[in-house]
């Protein structure tokens, strides 16, 4: 996200509406994946000219036109001509840093939103934008890049029993939606593992490391925050806006996202409490630490820097020092010393310090 | 409930209202117990199949169908047919990680949300997800395991005489509900004894674990305010909906529980506001005794360090040191000695160090 | 209100509007006062039997019903019966854990809420519940214990021209609320003092004891906006409810109370920021002391540490030390010593540690 | 204001709408000035019997009756009864601590809010109560004591081409209660030269001072806050609530007095967070002074301590120690620790501690 | 935004509307430039004469008068006269202090916000104030200076092909604010930079620079806010308020900037989270630096005052002390000394000091 905004202050001075592709160039070339189907039929296509599936929109099956990279301005311009897209609607299509929201025209429901996956070996959660086109008949929905997210919904979709075949267009949205934030529960059960980790590493070490888990932990929750909080205002409004497309009977399919959404998001919030809790556990046995070390310390002063004083008094040349003398003194001594560190032990075992 | 959200994350793919018992399996074999009662009588059941309680739908009677365990998958989708419960409501009850809800149908209302009692051994608030569904004359509550919570409600419905007989199954819904909501007082009460022992822990011991315990209550008291929460939403919904299954009359008996909720929400706030005053007093605490501790090292270092300079000085070996010659040497330097001890005596005292 | 609770787990399992007096006891017997009156006539009146004050009811002048003592629940309940009271209600009354509401019912409304007072000697808020029923022409208060607390209004109802004796039974509760929450005021005054000596304390000493009032204070505020905030809820219904029973030109009254209410939280609130500010200085005055410990031990060892070393050098025992052989050696070795403390005081100075 | 509140407390048991002065005595007599206008002529009288003002009432001009002073109970009474005031109004009048608020009534309506100052030796802000009453064509106002703040306003009005002589009594509140706004801006302006001040002093020095310095000021915020923040809700009454005594046209006029209060109110907020991150900057300073003793004292101590032990040894008195004997002993030992030194210098240097 | 407030008390007393420059006087001439167009014309112009362009006010092509410099308030009050636009409104457009909102009037609609800019050499965001008067077929902004941040959508008025030159004055004002709104997004990129370095510099270096770059950006972000919040409820007013000089198809021009207004929100909230997290982190750092100082002394003084001590011992010069007889007395004991050291390795290096 933090990439593509700094392109953003690069679009200043250009025309709303103008396409440019703002954001990382993720595919080589632009794939577009045509499942056209009714309870009856189904026809799978990957097309080389954008103008071959312009034919589906007048079929009464139900068409889904998947687009896998965004950097086509070109392809994507045709698109928005031929479905009568706003102008505005296609530049937030291809700028990756679009805000969660669906907007309402009259022949179409404009759907955008954040796909999260989990990236294992930078230990980042990647951040994908998904355009939806929700039409009476027809779902266009774009991607970033290819990925297998969406391989179990096409494998439903071509079993001819399943309930997905029975339904429009507005049914199959809400599959999309439902894919994408199944897999926001993976990247939660990522972040309570490693909840469950710190928890751990708190007791065992204490180095560093510990801090800047917990720190990326936390903006982690921040980021993932960010990504889902809009989700909730953008079923909401298709629960509450009675839009046309969406059928009443599937309303109950949004509201299961909703459902689904509130408990990410107060997932997360717990999260941040706990996040919250095991810095103050860091920063407590930092300073447990700190008083173990300066108890060291003083117990090593207090007990050694008297006694060295009484050695530097014997040690001293006085002509006259009657105690040098003695028979037993240095015995004598010796017993002090020992009498000394008696009382002190027992005086810091009193203050509890050992 | 961390524990089932991981294989939350295990159902990605799936198409929705595909039923899979997520969750820890807490029984062994899934019991159903009827009672069955009007004003003049009643009729007690444990059935071993299914289907034998289907008989009561069309009795005038209140029914009562409880089931214990949630992993008998056919059980609850023949149940799920048989009263015409919507998928993805069977879904959400073999689902422990649903979130509290209450969903209204045309012929009946579904309310999911936590049952919550205290495990000793564990120190643990252990958290089972109840399932109800009001219908006009039956009410079918899911549990995860057998418990005895429910056991004075019964022993309530076998006496003839108790207001219970003469009302229906909206009532009975309220009252189960209820005896759930009094039980969450039991672990308020837990935590309060909890935050009183605390309380004066802080005062005797000053150890680690009285942090540990801080940070337990503290995690057990988001845990508790997580689900107890959305229950103030659903009884709101009882009270505002206007559903047609509810009584007028009964409703200032969801009012009451609507008040215990917002009472428990206030205790659990307060206490949230008492815990991390502890962990402010603990804070300090451990403070103080730092400084109890560099008091300690610094009065012995400024005591003696400066004496042992002085015995340096005199255990030097130069050939010309006149003091040394001097008859009354050594015993002068004791004065000395003395006398600086009591002056830095005198500093520490009005420095208010001793 | 802690030890309440304790004891409303105990309930668990009973059915609801079982009445239970919860709460401690703080009477021996129940005493029943009835003060009678119109705008020409007035009777006071201390009934033994209960059914004594039912003949009240049908006549038009103004009743209060006061009752001293929850524990007598034969009489509550007769009560209940007469006046047609719900037993939850009921419940409520003798509940002295309720959380303060209004209920409104066709012949009289319910209001609960909390007394407090000040007990200098435990240094604590005590918390008394009061309820009152409010009819057409009867005011029914229920009190914890006999008080002082409503004296000065039963002076001012026996002042025929009082405005009291003209109006109805609304403006007798007005009264009554107003004069509990004139007390809430004393409690702030209180507070208000406690503040200002902390304010002083913190100048002066340090102590431990200055950490605890700081604590203690916090709590006291932490608790008396728990009893008050529901207020404002409670009259804020009043004003927008359009109870019948209340006439439209006694609102103003309740807006005056309203008022009252919302300064004394605005208060509560400005208190907690100056009690978290007090919090801070404490901080910040252990954390100074700290470092004036630091800089006397630091300046100590810094200054003698090296001279010990430079006494150490010339005790040392070699065959061949030509310094030891110098005439003015001994002096000369002083003339060091001093240059070095002059040249570390010097250092010390520029860093501002003395 | 926390002087009328100990006051407030003295009030309880009181009828409501006693008249009893509560607040500091401001005044030695009560002044009433009165200025009585239309587009043509003016009148400007100081009248000593209330009553001479009473005949102002029935002209159709617009009569300001100023009156000084609140402990006149008996004037005050008078005013009241002759125009018609409710006994609480009188009475919020005449009580200092009054929480700023509107109120209509049929013939007029009551406004009371802060007049701020700033009082520049005792370092704290001034709080006045000024109370409005706006009739059809007269506005009274009572103010604590006599001041000069109205002077400029008088003038505008004494200026027969002004604006204000065309307009209404209500034009003339708005011109009282922009007047106060105004001055509010000053105590702004004080406050920002103190965090100026305070954000310079953080630089050079680090005293008690500033840290109570910081604290004086996050103190004034929170009376600033208290004072300014119920004014918004006052002026959106006026806006919102369509009184008849507002004429439409002049509503801009008190819109723009809102934009002010939300202004000054941001204004709050910002300053409290910029107070807060001094008092972060003034603690890092603190702790980095620390930082700074600390690494002096290890400093020194690590480089001598070690030191002191080798001089220690060869201060023994062993009977056969060789080195003690070599011709270069005592210079070789020099060269021991001269190359100590400079090994720890090297230490010290590459941890950055020099 | 400091600056101006001062003089803002200095207005203290003038009558409302009364036009004074408030604020710094950035350019010493004030110049208007007019551009006029419509679908098929367009014509430019630098006027000397203010009324130079009043001549097309009544032309049906849309022209754009735009001001530079607000000190001429002579120019500005004729076209407050010619356009008849509110005093307050002119007061607002000449005080650079004022608060960003919207105002509809019956021929005209008024705005007013904050044009932000980086000012790389000062490390400052600059602030300046952009009013707009929006009337059918004109519309006047206010700048306080002149800037190059409109000369692209200069030209794209100038390309006849551009869609602004189809539409109205209405998409010309958002056409402005668009351009403003993009130029907030470089600010959010420079401190997303700055957020990055200070990740960095977190790493390496931990000089009070550090710290104060933090709190510069802390502030930074806090003006930001202050700054962008206002136009949030600016916009939503357009959308909601059905103005009628706003076209209905234009409403998603609106839409699109208030949906990177909100963006831009959760921008700044999510850097000021950022940024509090740095914060901790560098005290965490100056922590872990103190105790690695602790330690150093620690270890340090543990290891060489006992053994001091021991020197000290037999630097002594009692007559009889055995050990000093002994002829391998001297080596036995650097046996003694090697071992102690290796208990204390053994030590240190158990707690994981070392």
């Known amino acids: ?15 709303p509406g103008t396409l440019v592709h703002v954001g990382q160039r993720k595919e080589e070339t632009t794939r577009v994946r045509i499942i056209d189907y009714d309870q009856d039929s189904i026809r799978e296509e990957d097309v080389t000219r954008i103008e071959d599936c312009f034919l589906f929109k007048d079929k009464p099956s139900v068409t889904w036109i998947n687009i896998d990279g965004l950097h086509d301005i070109d392809l994507i311009g045709k698109i928005g001509t031929y479905f009568d897209v706003h102008p505005l609607i296609l530049e937030d299509i291809v700028h990756t840093g679009t805000r969660p929201k669906i907007e309402a025209f009259d022949t179409h429901i404009f759907i955008v939103f954040k796909m999260l ?9 990647v951040n994908e934008q998904l355009s939806i086109i929700l039409g009476s008949n027809f779902v266009i929905s774009f991607q970033e890049r290819q990925g297998t997210v969406f391989n179990p919904l096409r494998e439903r979709i071509r079993n001819a029993k399943n309930r997905i075949r029975k339904k429009h267009s507005d049914y199959l949205t809400y599959a999309i939606i439902d894919t994408v934030v199944d897999n926001y529960f993976a990247i939660l059960d990522n972040m309570e593992e490693k909840l469950e980790q710190l928890d751990e590493m708190l007791f065992t070490s204490m180095s560093k490391d510990t801090f800047h888990s917990i720190n990326k932990l936390k903006r982690k929750l921040i980021a993932l925050r960010r990504a889902v909080s809009p989700l909730r205002e953008l079923i909401t409004a ?22 689904h959404v509130i408990q990410i998001l107060e997932s997360i919030d717990t999260y941040r409490e706990l996040v919250s809790g095991l810095h103050d556990i860091f920063l407590t046995n930092v300073n447990t630490r700190m008083n173990e070390i300066m108890k060291t310390l003083t117990i090593t002063a207090t007990i050694f820097i008297p006694l060295t004083f009484i050695a530097g008094i014997y040690g001293m040349n006085f002509k006259y020092m009657p105690e040098l003398e003695w028979r037993w003194g240095y015995f004598g001594l010796w017993g002090v010393i020992v009498g000394l560190v008696g009382i002190m032990f027992y005086f810091f075992k009193k203050k509890d310090w050992l």
């Open 117 to 125: 996956s989990f990236d294992k070996d930078k230990d980042e959660i």
């Open 238 to 259: 298709v629960q509450d806006k009675d839009f046309e497309l969406v059928e009443e009977t599937n309303l109950i399919f949004f509201k299961d996202i909703h459902d």
């Open 1 to 15: 996200m933090m990439k593509t905004k700094r392109k953003m202050s690069e679009k200043i001075g250009l025309s």
